[in-house]
């Protein structure tokens, strides 16, 4: 048995089109959606990422302002730029790439960015907003594993076990809780965990986000399980690859996410998302 593909390429371009058709009627109204993004430094993969979102934007129909700022900015002229963001009302989502140069305080501008405005879902209002079930903008990679999910009829998880592997505030935690609000029953594993197997092989649903090749083989997973692959790695070869032992786990499993050409592209989608929640929300 091979596994079907979720092909988050195919869902995110899907997605992307109903967006494009909320901003036009946004823009009918006087409101065109606006995204700020800050790149600090000449950190070669940020800037692809930066390039990849802003055209993303572009695509849809966005306002999109890029701004990049040399690697001796400092962490004050940062936070007034981040300060005259939030007040300017043409923009509704804010997004500082990380990392930062190491002089600058990740947390402390992430925090200086409105919530009203946290498209990331980094903010600790955003996280606070998720696990307590209010409104608020989701982390936009687990969100997008989430809509995975619904993409093959799993939207309500209840009598679903799933296995979370990793406690990232960014992906980790997020995603748990997000499982949770799903109504399914979640393990959060780690580098701490004794018997990462033993956890995997009951899960109906396992998300492997730890940046590790192979953390995940084909004798961990239940048959029929549902894999998510969140990792972004080079093999031995130098050639791009999960978290999973994809060819081996794609003969268990029920189904199961490529990479590339999964969960990545649903990352800068669910931005999207955010952006226009945010854009609505400040029309009214």
């Known amino acids: ?61 966005f306002h999109s302002v890029l701004e990049k700022y040399d690697a001796s900015m400092t962490e004050a002229e940062l936070l007034a730029r981040v300060e005259a963001l939030n007040n300017d009302p043409s923009i509704h989502g804010i997004l500082v790439q990380l990392p ?32 307590v079930g209010e409104v608020g903008f989701k982390a936009c990679t687990p969100y997008g594993c989430m809509k995975m999910l619904e993409s093959i009829g799993m939207k309500d998880l209840r009598g679903k076990h799933a296995v979370v592997i990793g406690r990232s505030n960014i992906v980790g935690k997020p995603m748990a809780m997000m499982l949770l609000a799903a109504n399914a029953t979640v393990t959060v594993t780690h580098s701490g965990t004794a018997d990462l197997g033993a956890m995997t092989r009951q899960a109906d649903i396992i998300v492997a986000a730890v940046g590790k090749v192979d953390v995940l083989t084909a004798d961990m997973v239940k048959p029929d399980a549902v894999v998510i692959d969140v990792g972004m790695n080079r093999n031995a070869e130098g050639k791009l690859c999960g978290d999973v032992d994809f060819n081996g786990v794609k003969e268990v499993a029920g189904y199961i996410t490529p990479v590339p050409g999964g969960v990545g592209p649903m990352t800068i989608t669910m931005l999207l998302v955010n952006t226009m929640e945010s854009a609505e929300r400040a029309a009214g």
């Open 1 to 61: 048995m091979t596994a079907q593909l979720i092909d988050g390429k195919a869902l995110s371009e899907q997605l992307r089109k109903e967006v494009a058709t909320r901003a036009a009627a946004l823009k009918v109204k006087g409101i065109t959606p606006g995204l700020a993004v800050i790149l600090v430094g000449d950190n070669q993969a940020s800037q692809v990422y930066v390039r990849n979102k802003v055209k993303a934007c572009e695509d849809v129909g």
């Open 100 to 131: 930062l140069p190491k002089h600058i305080d990740d947390h402390k501008v992430i925090e200086t960015i409105s919530p009203a405005k946290d498209v990331d879902g980094f903010h600790v209002a955003s996280a606070g907003a998720l696990m």
